[in-house]
């Protein structure tokens, strides 16, 4: 069996297929890797997009040994055996830490001494962007760089390097689907190669089928594709396309997307981009967010793409969320007040609403400020209009 994924592992950033935006002569990290000034940093990416090969690359750039772990598996004993093996060395060596997003606290808190004073280089590789995980100490001491599902293009390249260097042969149709079926996974792509060339040296449709009867999504876990379907999917309803949001729903779940996760984000939504337009939607949300908790999949999803379509179909105001962040921008800004005193605890001059039918004019602010904007739309026109009828007889 020929394993693709190690022959074609490249040794040089020119070698590297895809992240040009890492790899080019001009990119910073090439610069500050090639000027042996790169400080520790952290990847985040979709699998097989080549964290580990750039990681492989600087090392060999940096003259430096290179020692690979996984965070699920790493234990505190083997570091600090290599940090004292390097402790009075010249040459420093060079810490790959896989899955670093699952780095235990102990585990970041040994990092920390070697990371202050540089005797190692530490490079981490996660999934998901790690600095949601990682401690505000370990953020302050490093950098970090995105990298991007492989282009189809950059693929085809991969392939090519693939089949030149083996004895194997490859219809153009199975060309084709060993590209578009991986979902901009190189390592994906390569595995697949390497599975049908047993069955075969030529490779066919047919068989690839047979290895992978369906195409690879993008998924949703990884860092990139995880944002951009949800975005997607919120934009979507924002906008009112149901079959567009109904989309991105089943991309979402297809790609392993917790019902939890979704559910959150739609309740976001109710209050966000509806609010008072439909004060029901926050209702029902938070209903499916409850309900999913409780179900999980698959019946989660058609809870789910219930409260999608009437998210959808619902009148849209974001009179709330412009309100708070506008009363939350003019109190960073230094904009404070002293609370009236007649609305201050236990003050006699405080005027109880419901005495006088349910509103009474009174200072509730020192100063007039201006923050809500209600919207002529669903039942938020009829809020306005309740307003509006106040100021008239006040």
């Given at each position: 069996?020929?394993?693709?994924?190690?022959?074609?592992?490249?040794?040089?950033?020119?070698?590297?297929?895809?992240?040009?935006?890492?790899?080019?002569?001009?990119?910073?990290?090439?610069?500050?890797?090639?000027?042996n000034?790169?400080?520790?940093?952290?990847?985040?990416?979709?699998?097989?997009?080549?964290?580990?090969?750039?990681?492989?690359?600087?090392?060999?750039?940096?003259?430096m040994?290179?020692?690979?772990?996984?965070?699920?598996?790493?234990?505190?004993?083997?570091?600090?055996?290599?940090?004292?093996?390097y402790?009075?060395?010249?040459?420093?060596?060079?810490?790959?830490?896989?899955?670093?997003?699952?780095?235990?606290?102990?585990?970041?808190?040994?990092?920390?001494?070697?990371?202050?004073?540089?005797?190692?280089?530490?490079?981490?590789?996660?999934?998901?962007?790690?600095?949601f995980?990682?401690?505000?100490?370990?953020?302050?001491?490093?950098?970090?760089?995105?990298?991007?599902?492989?282009?189809?293009?950059?693929?085809?390249q991969?392939?090519?390097?693939?089949?030149?260097?083996?004895?194997?042969?490859?219809?153009?149709?199975?060309k084709?689907?060993?590209?578009?079926?991986?979902?901009?996974?190189?390592?994906?792509?390569?595995?697949?190669?390497?599975?049908?060339?047993n069955?075969?040296k030529?490779i066919s449709?047919?068989?690839?089928?047979?290895?992978?009867?369906?195409?690879?999504?993008?998924g949703?876990?990884?860092?990139?594709?995880?944002?951009?379907?949800?975005?997607?999917?919120?934009?979507?309803?924002?906008?009112?396309?149901?079959?567009?949001?109904?989309?991105?729903?089943?991309?979402?779940?297809?790609?392993?997307?917790?019902?939890?996760?979704?559910?959150?984000?739609?309740?976001?939504?109710?209050?966000?981009?509806?609010?008072?337009?439909?004060?029901?939607?926050?209702?029902?949300?938070?209903?499916?967010?409850?309900?999913?908790?409780?179900?999980g999949?698959?019946?989660?999803?058609?809870?789910?793409?219930?409260?999608?379509?009437?998210?959808?179909?619902?009148?849209?105001?974001?009179?709330s969320?412009?309100?708070?962040?506008?009363?939350?921008?003019?109190?960073?800004?230094?904009?404070?007040?002293?609370?009236?005193?007649?609305?201050?605890?236990?003050?006699?001059?405080?005027?109880?609403?419901?005495?006088?039918?349910?509103?009474v004019?009174?200072?509730?602010?020192?100063?007039?400020?201006?923050?809500?904007?209600?919207?002529?739309i669903?039942?938020?026109?009829?809020?306005?209009?309740?307003?509006?009828?106040?100021?008239?007889?006040?």
């Amino acid at each position: 069996m020929s394993d693709f994924t190690h022959l074609l592992r490249p040794d040089n950033f020119d070698d590297l297929v895809g992240q040009e935006h890492l790899s080019s002569s001009n990119a910073p990290l090439r610069i500050l890797c090639e000027k042996n000034a790169l400080g520790h940093s952290f990847f985040f990416g979709p699998a097989g997009c080549g964290k580990t090969s750039i990681a492989r690359i600087i090392a060999k750039k940096m003259d430096m040994p290179f020692y690979e772990f996984n965070a699920t598996s790493l234990k505190i004993e083997q570091l600090r055996k290599i940090f004292e093996q390097y402790k009075n060395a010249l040459q420093k060596p060079l810490i790959f830490i896989d899955e670093v997003h699952r780095l235990a606290k102990n585990q970041q808190e040994v990092l920390l001494p070697v990371m202050e004073n540089n005797s190692v280089l530490v490079i981490g590789a996660s999934t998901e962007n790690p600095f949601f995980s990682l401690t505000s100490a370990i953020r302050s001491r490093s950098m970090l760089f995105e990298l991007h599902h492989i282009s189809n293009e950059a693929l085809n390249q991969l392939l090519y390097k693939a089949l030149q260097s083996s004895k194997l042969t490859c219809q153009e149709d199975a060309k084709e689907y060993l590209i578009a079926s991986s979902g901009g996974d190189a390592r994906a792509m390569l595995k697949l190669l390497e599975f049908a060339s047993n069955l075969d040296k030529h490779i066919s449709l047919k068989n690839l089928k047979s290895l992978r009867p369906n195409a690879l999504s993008a998924g949703s876990s990884e860092a990139g594709v995880h944002y951009d379907l949800s975005s997607a999917m919120i934009k979507s309803i924002r906008g009112s396309d149901m079959d567009a949001s109904i989309y991105y729903l089943a991309r979402l779940i297809d790609g392993g997307e917790s019902a939890d996760f979704i559910a959150r984000r739609l309740v976001i939504l109710a209050s966000e981009d509806i609010g008072n337009a439909n004060p029901q939607a926050l209702t029902l949300t938070t209903s499916c967010l409850t309900s999913v908790s409780k179900i999980g999949y698959p019946e989660a999803r058609i809870i789910l793409a219930q409260a999608v379509i009437y998210l959808c179909a619902s009148p849209k105001s974001n009179s709330s969320y412009l309100a708070i962040n506008k009363a939350l921008k003019a109190v960073n800004d230094g904009v404070m007040f002293d609370v009236p005193k007649n609305i201050t605890q236990k003050n006699e001059n405080y005027l109880y609403p419901h005495d006088f039918g349910g509103y009474v004019k009174q200072d509730y602010l020192s100063k007039p400020l201006k923050f809500v904007e209600l919207k002529s739309i669903g039942y938020e026109k009829k809020m306005r209009q309740w307003m509006e009828e106040i100021a008239k007889i006040y």
